[in-house]
């Protein structure tokens, strides 16, 4: 008796590989991700996949029964490349998530060692320095400004039309008030804490031997 050759996937499973696809489905994913884009070209994909060309429906030499099993065959292997699919989106948003978190615990760590790294610096009196590697400096930023009120809602003295009547403030004056402490301002912004900013660049002759 010899042996049965496997010929569709079952739907039941739940971890399939392309491995389990067979040759047919195999190429029908390939197809259907060359054809990203195109979804009426990639249902005419689907369709002739489920097709029987060799054996019409309406051939009266072939057997309603065979007719049949073909079909079953070929719905049971586009289930199994259903299940691959489904299998293959979960892994990748399982990565995508586990890629963003460990981004996210990058910048917590890349934040922390500035952080670390302009303390060093201020306490050792080092506003600009060159290591062997690295062209290091750090100082501090011009504080940012945070409007309380929308820019159409401020004063003429403190706000400019551009075409289109677009509003924009006058972010150097507002400031500059601010910080004369003007109190009618201060119901208008506010100044936020300035932040302290590292700079790390090639050192000078790295940077003109590279150049060169």
């Known amino acids: 008796m010899p042996k049965s050759t496997k010929t569709a996937t079952h739907c039941t499973s739940t971890n399939l590989t392309i491995f389990d696809l067979s040759k047919e489905m195999t190429e029908l994913a390939q ?3 060359d054809l990203e884009g195109s979804p009426e070209a990639q249902d005419s994909a689907i369709r002739a996949a489920l097709m029987d060309e060799d054996s019409p429906l309406d051939d009266v030499l072939v057997s309603h029964q065979m007719v049949k099993q073909k079909a079953l065959v070929k719905l049971n292997n586009i289930c199994g490349l259903i299940r691959f699919l489904e299998n293959s989106r979960d892994a990748r948003k399982a990565h995508a998530n586990m890629v963003r978190d460990r981004a996210r615990i990058d910048d917590n760590n890349i934040q922390r ?4 790294a302009i303390w060093f610096m201020t306490e050792h009196k080092m ?4 290591t062997l590697e690295y062209r290091i400096s750090h100082y501090e930023a011009q504080p940012c400004l945070e409007l309380l009120v929308d820019p159409e809602n401020l004063p003429d003295e403190y706000v400019e039309v551009e075409e289109k009547r677009i509003y924009k403030a006058k972010t150097d004056k507002i400031k500059a008030a601010l910080k004369a402490g003007v109190i009618s301002v201060q119901k208008l912004a506010k100044l936020c804490e300035p932040s302290q900013i590292l700079k790390i660049s090639k050192p000078k002759k790295e940077k003109e031997a590279t150049e060169e």
């Not at 060692?113 to 670390?116: M, V």
């Not at 506003?127 to 060159?130: A, D, F, K, Y």
């Open 31 to 33: 197809l259907l991700l």
């Open 127 to 130: 506003n600009r320095i060159e």
């Open 113 to 116: 060692l500035k952080k670390l």
